[in-house]
């Protein structure tokens, strides 16, 4: 397996498991999202996006492939520096740039303030869950920025061809 197609792997996995894993921990596991959770979320998808071009395009355009991994490389940087950002906020390293409210997660009734009131207020600044002491935002920062750097290094080695 060539350096490129290991990047390709991991663009497409690392976000797919990440987001997973977020959904999982949200519809299974009772832990609502707050408002910089779904921020981390949105470069997961783009990359997972992106990925998938890059797998599509391996065996026709190496070049085009190339660029795609690399983008789904940058977009899992970027969720974890937002994932970095979100744990300093938790560990109360700095302020979080958000009041930290979510939407109504109502069954869409037509009772919209009862809605209103169902809905769990979740603030950034408290994680919900945490492991050894490091929050779901903190391990997306680790997970992210590693595999980000790892997609990036592996899809730009020298002589990388794709596969």
Known sequence: MTSLSKARLIAVLLPLLLLGGALGSQYFGGLFPCEMCYWQRWPHEAAIVFGFFAVALALRHETSSRAFTILAGIAILVSGAIGLFHAGVEYGWWEG???????SVGGGSDDILADIMATPLVRCDQPQWSLFGISLAGFNAIFSILGGLAVLALATRRGARAA
């Open 97 to 103: 740039l958000t009041t930290c409210s979510t939407t």
